[in-house]
Nanobody
Framework: QVQLVESGGGLVQPGGSLRLSCAASGSIFSLNAMGWYRQAPGKQRELVARILSRGGSTNYADSVKGRFTISRDNAKNTVYLQMNSLKPEDTAVYYC?????????????WGQGTQVTVSS
């Protein structure tokens, strides 16, 4: 089994910063990518940022480009999300995701979610 442990959420004022962390452990075969998704009340879960384990290529949602930075530590199977210039519309539950590959099959694992609230 694979476990993901998230940390770093909380309440922050508009314009502030937060850093999320997610550590993966357990029976990981071949880690393809790690990422962060978020889900606001009444909305669908959406991709925030994703980073490939090999090469480190990244992609971001348009709404967070220039404000959020995703990074990873492959040796620790850990992914980070540095969030700057936070806006009230960034308020959501943030979920860590890893893509594990075994043969031709992709397995997705999710963290329990961490609440990020941006409010004055």
């Amino acid at each position: 089994q694979v476990q993901l442990v998230e940390s770093g959420g909380g309440l922050v004022q508009p314009g502030g910063s937060l850093r999320l962390s997610c550590a993966a452990s357990g029976s990981i075969f071949s880690l393809n990518a790690m990422g962060w998704y978020r889900q606001a009340p009444g909305k669908q879960r959406e991709l925030v940022a994703r980073i490939l384990s090999r090469g480190g290529s990244t992609n971001y949602a348009d709404s967070v480009k220039g404000r959020f930075t995703i990074s990873r530590d492959n040796a620790k199977n850990t992914v980070y999300l540095q969030m700057n210039s936070l806006k009230p519309e960034d308020t959501a539950v943030y979920y860590c995701n890893i893509e594990d590959i075994y043969g031709d099959v992709r397995y997705d694992y999710w963290g329990q979610g961490t609440q990020v609230t941006v409010s004055s």
